[in-house]
């Protein structure tokens, strides 16, 4: 069977070429120049109706996302952010980049937050990023209780979870302030970009300064004057704008959205269910009430030490799957250990053991069944062989 390259964009929609075309030809790209109307405002306005929230703010990423969400907050220098110990190094990043501290949560063999973990460390922190890592989905029912009794704000990074479901609502409309991603590996693909959404007009008017609205530029916003009034000239500015050029492709992209989360579900749960067929393989099925929206695979190899899972990877790899280990290749941007950034960096002993055997493939939305059936095979056969040999 032919193998797809698991690495490659899906096309763009031949709609958003007269809209750039239009772009390149008057130049407007900054995002504050046209009085009204600015693909960047568009943007805003559609995406908080498709999540049906009052407010978006599209920035540079969802770094910058997550960054201003923190800063809006208002948090004390050196506040206590409480974060999943698996998630992406843009999250901890983020946190110290807003002079606070990342206070590190285990995480469980299927993903989610070690919910006893976080109850125990929510005491005396000042604020909680949730990062539903690969689109998994933590019991946000029991996060938003946790955090409500403890009255502190929670913050959702969705940077790779568009599209999901949780309990017939939108991931990333759960917390004060949701954020997303439109890096190229993510449902929407504009090069970078980001944007946050939240009901809240006082937290996104402070955003909204501080994401560089400078001056009167506020006004383009639609969010309660009387707020940004309130933070004239009372705000640093970090330019974490984002583009006309990246918002018109996040535009176009849009109404692909629903298609898009669907046949990356298919293709998942296709894959997964042939995966099942391995008594070596263990996939965690989702939680109750948890339509997520993939465009990759995570699983468990089952009786293979950390050789065989390394023998695993590399006889996938060598027939044309890559597979992603994440406590097993260098430098992994995931594995909590390599934050050497943070000070005093727990150990997290059921996270590592996660880390050490989870694996990763990436399961784009545009591959056929057939795609995935080749996939599927190449993993299978792989770790057929290594289970034999290790017999
Ligand atoms: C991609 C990703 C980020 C970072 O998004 P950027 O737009 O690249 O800054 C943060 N968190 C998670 C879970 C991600 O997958």
Redesign the pocket.
Known sequence: MRLPDIHQAEPLPDAVRSEVDRLLRTGDLFRYTAEADAPATLLETEFAAMMGVKYALAVS???AALFLSLKALDLPRDARVLIPGF??A??PSAVVHADCQPVLCEVDATYRIDLEDFAAKLAGVDAVII?H?RGHTSDMDAILRLCEAADVPMIE?A??SLGTIWRGRRIGTLGRIGCF?F?S??MINAG?G?ILVTDDADLVARAIIMSGAYEHNWKKHQALQEAFATHQNRLPLYNLRLNNLSAALVRAQLPELPRRVADGRRNHDLVAGLLATSPHICVPSPLPGEERAPDSIQFNLVGLDTAGIAAFADRAAAAGVKVQVFGLSADNARAFWNWKFIDDLPDLPQTRAMLMQACDVRLPVQLTPDDCHAVAQVLLDAVSDVSKAAA
Request: glycine share 6%; charged share 15%.
């Open positions: 990423s969802c770094s998630t992406f843009a999250v990062s890592m990074d940077a790779h991603s890096q590996y993510k970078e980001g």
